[in-house]
């Protein structure tokens, strides 16, 4: 059974730094890839970043790049993102998804972690 764990949201002032963490158990995504996606209320889920599962090809939505990171360390079974200088607008809750393909597109994401929340505010 796949399972996506998301860890490392939390509360944070405008200009600080957040590190988020998916442990994926019950099978390798090195063949395929992982994404964050963040969702608001009343929005549609939105893809943060993506990574293939070697590491090799990345994309940033355009909001977050320069500030967020996202990378795999597939001996650890962990994606992280790391948020640097976070603003408001990046409140949000952040969802952990694997694909056997490379997309970003949220119907095509094959397993979910449950979400960890972000808060920005002063």
């Known amino acids: 059974q796949v399972q996506l764990v998301e860890s490392g949201g939390g509360s944070v002032q405008p200009g600080g730094s957040l590190r988020l963490s998916c442990f994926a158990s019950?099978?390798?995504?090195?063949?395929?890839?992982m994404a964050w996606f963040r969702q608001v209320p009343g929005k549609a889920r939105e893809c943060v970043a993506r990574?293939?599962?070697?590491?090799?090809?990345?994309y940033y939505t355009d909001s977050v790049k320069d500030r967020f990171t996202i990378s795999i360390n597939n001996a650890a079974s962990t994606t992280y993102l790391q948020m640097n200088n976070l603003k408001p607008e990046d409140a949000a809750e952040y969802f952990c998804?694997?694909?056997?393909?490379?997309?970003?597109?949220?119907?095509?994401?094959?397993?979910w972690g449950k979400g960890t929340r972000v808060t920005v505010s002063s």
């Open positions: 998804a694997a694909s056997r393909i490379g997309t970003t597109n949220p119907r095509a994401m094959d397993y």
């Open positions: 019950g099978r390798s995504f090195a063949d395929g890839s």
């Open positions: 990574i293939s599962g070697i590491g090799t090809r990345i």
